[in-house]
């Protein structure tokens, strides 16, 4: 999905290739910081998928928002086998902290709505590029 918002990130900025927008964005580490500033170039234009765009984006937040739930809980297992998380604590600048139980069938859901979204985003805006997923072929 990443790789796919960096195709629109160009688009945005009216690059022939992601090679000057990674040079641009690059040493942006955060996701959404670097995405937040895409938003905030694409406010100021007049482009027909402005709104495509920004509806992808919110797309886009919610899946990594459980990304990062994921990468920086704390994980703790119950006695009865279930796996819990702990959002959030491994993070002290973060006042919210979330606990939810871990289930194999909601991180496939959330894997495959990223899968769908990068598809979606090549579908819509690069459809002369070939875009394959493992679960195509």
Known sequence: MELCLWKIYAQILGHKDETATSDLLGSIQSFVNRMTAIERYLAN??????DKYLEIFTEAKEINKYRVD???????EDNDGQLWLATSLTDPTRAKSRT?????EEIRAMADRSRALAKRIMTDFFPDQQYVTLRDK
């Open 100 to 104: 939810l139980l871990l289930k194999e």
């Open 45 to 50: 234009l007049r482009d027909p998928n402005k």
């Open 70 to 76: 994921l990468v920086h809980g704390s994980y703790c």
